[in-house]
């Protein structure tokens, strides 16, 4: 039984923690697609403003991306850098 | 576990040159040599590159004054030189170097930079006295918000680039190693044929189209930002 050490456990955790925490990448998926529907309709409504909405809607896009590259940069420390083994 | 850090490539002293630096080194060489070719010969009626030059100058005057007002029009060489490097350094994925964006060193460097102009030009447009009292609106309860939120920019800026690169190139050489495993598994394993069409699509995508999107992305933040501590 000694493949079960205290090392492989928190391997173990963070890689599923790692899954878990990706979940987050659900957040900016919807608004970013909300915001391009948005983007969309006013396009529709406004065709001649076609390249200042589609600069907002790039911005906005961007910022409401910040709490899924959060998430990536935790799920690719806990995979690349552990800081937990470190601990043990 | 090694993973997809940048390499180590040598040592000056103890001072450990990564790959990071030496394809910065790079991108400054391509940089700095362009400018000087493209700029020799500067006639008062332009013919050929000089027209590109011009246009490209134009271009980025002209976005940094739509963006963030006629009297902002000092920062356009900062927010240009930031555009080619990024942009220069998202697209050298394409020759095979690592991008030096994939590093959070480097991206955190850039929004550093950002957060000295911002912070310099809030206390000079408003005054010691007003700068500070901004952090106690609108009220002073949300002082340590206040603080945090302005902490955060410069994280959000500089992960947000990181993020979206680093992402990109995990993705990428992923899918090498898949083509390389599927090429040996139909018994080409000393030539992976696999790789040769398939990832370029995905090069597309990930290195061109998100590369110069997110070096845009990261020079329009930091213009709005910017922008908003000059009171504008």
Redesign the interface.
């Known amino acids: 039984m000694d493949l079960v050490t205290a090392k492989a456990i928190v391997l173990g955790a963070s890689a599923l923690g790692a899954g878990i925490g990706m979940i987050a990448g659900l957040g900016p998926g919807i608004g970013q697609g909300y915001a391009a529907g948005k983007g969309t309709e006013a396009v529709g409504r406004q065709p001649e403003a076609q390249a200042d909405i589609t600069r907002t809607m790039l911005l906005g896009q961007a910022v409401a991306e910040t709490t899924g590259i959060y998430s990536l940069v935790i799920a690719l420390i806990l995979i690349f850098a552990n800081p937990l083994i470190g601990l043990l | 576990?090694e993973?997809?850090?940048p390499r180590i490539m040598f040592y000056i002293g103890d001072i450990v040159i990564s790959e990071t630096v030496v394809v910065t080194w790079v991108i400054m060489a391509m940089l700095i040599i362009g400018a000087w070719l493209l700029t020799r010969n500067f006639e008062k009626i332009p013919k050929g590159a000089q027209n590109v030059v011009e246009v490209l100058v134009d271009t980025i005057n002209n976005f940094t004054t739509e963006t963030m007002g006629e009297k902002n029009r000092v920062f356009a060489p900062y927010i240009g030189t930031i555009f080619l490097f990024l942009t220069v350094g998202n697209l050298i994925g394409l020759l095979g170097l690592r991008p030096p964006t994939s590093d959070v060193n480097t991206t955190f460097a850039l929004s550093m930079l950002t957060f000295v102009i911002i912070h310099y030009n809030s206390i000079k447009y408003s005054s010691l006295g007003g700068y500070v009292k901004g952090y106690f609106e609108p009220f002073p309860v949300l002082f340590p918000m206040n603080v945090l939120g302005d902490l955060a920019t410069p994280i959000?800026l500089s992960?947000?680039l990181?993020?979206?690169v680093?992402?990109g190139l995990?993705v990428m050489s992923l899918l090498y190693q898949a083509l390389a495993s599927f090429s040996s598994m139909i018994g080409l394993k000393t030539i992976p044929v696999l790789q040769a069409v398939i990832p370029v699509v995905f090069h597309v995508y990930f290195d061109m189209f998100s590369g110069i999107?997110q070096s845009?992305?990261f020079v329009?933040?930091s213009m709005?930002f910017i922008g908003d501590a000059t009171g504008d």
């Open positions: 576990m993973g997809f850090g959000s992960f947000r990181f993020g979206n680093t992402g995990i999107l845009f992305i329009m933040l709005v």
